[in-house]
T-cell receptor, first 115, second 109 residues
Framework: DGGITQSPKYLFRKEGQNVTLSCEQNLNHDAMYWYRQDPGQGLRLIYYSQIVNDFQKGDIAEGYSVSREKKESFPLTVTSAQKNPTAFYLC??????????????FGQGTRLTVV | GIQVEQSPPDLILQEGANSTLRCNFSDSVNNLQWFHQNPWGQLINLFYIPSGTKQNGRLSATTVATERYSLLYISSSQTTDSGVYFCAVGGSGTYKYIFGTGTRLKVLA
């Protein structure tokens, strides 16, 4: 089945630790995205990548880092510099802007809790 | 950047009722999607509709790009329609999808 897989589903982190959230897609999409959702709120863009080895900061990139070494994979690292990392993290992918249809699809999300 | 406003913020319906959700955006867009977020947080794609009208069962959507708004219609609502409905837009020359704050729908049996 084609889709986007995020892991783990739940993640607990101690203060001061870095953690990495995984996102893999087999839709052959060029673009991938990371969003953060706080309780009762909408989604805010952290980072996005249009192509392998290239990525841009979104609206709330501070305290996060990403890499895009493979088309299928776009891992997100939540660093100790992120002051309030407890949130729901969603990964998405879409075809390139040059495609006729650039519909985005989302993974099932990772709930990160700082303990 | 583009601003996205959704209305109403909250909506409570009796099962079987119809409803209209609205999404206004502040600039021209190349992409527009409607999503339903279920109680487990999963975002379900409803429509990819940068312009025109589409229908899928009890749901339909219309985007009037020149007037910068989109509408999502839910007919004969069911309790399983409960959740949060998001509108997301992407502007010209950008990959960034901007989300509205959502409409929280509760359908009562």
């Amino acid at each position: 089945d084609g889709g986007i897989t995020q892991s783990p589903k739940y993640l607990f982190r101690k203060e001061g630790q870095n953690v990495t959230l995984s996102c893999e897609q087999n839709l052959n999409h060029d673009a991938m995205y990371w969003y953060r959702q706080d309780p009762g709120q909408g989604l805010r863009l952290i980072y996005y990548s249009q192509i392998v080895n290239d990525f841009q900061k979104g609206d709330i990139a501070e305290g996060y880092s990403v890499s895009r070494e493979k088309k299928e994979s776009f891992p997100l690292t939540v660093t100790s510099a992120q002051k309030n990392p407890t949130a729901f993290y969603l990964c998405a992918s879409s075809p390139s802007q040059g495609a006729r249809d650039t519909e985005a699809f989302f993974g099932q999300g990772t709930r990160l809790t700082v303990v | 950047g583009i601003q996205v406003e959704q209305s109403p913020p909250d909506l409570i319906l009796q099962e079987g009722a119809n409803s209209t959700l609205r999404c206004n955006f502040s600039d021209s867009v190349n992409n527009l999607q409607w999503f339903h977020q279920n109680p487990w947080g999963q975002l379900i794609n409803l429509f990819y509709i940068p312009s025109g009208t589409k229908q899928n069962g009890r749901l339909s959507a219309t985007t009037v790009a020149t007037e910068r708004y989109s509408l999502l219609y839910i007919s004969s609502s069911q309790t399983t329609d409960s959740g949060v409905y998001f509108c997301a837009v992407g502007g010209s020359g950008t990959y960034k999808y901007i989300f509205g704050t959502g409409t929280r729908l509760k359908v009562l049996a």
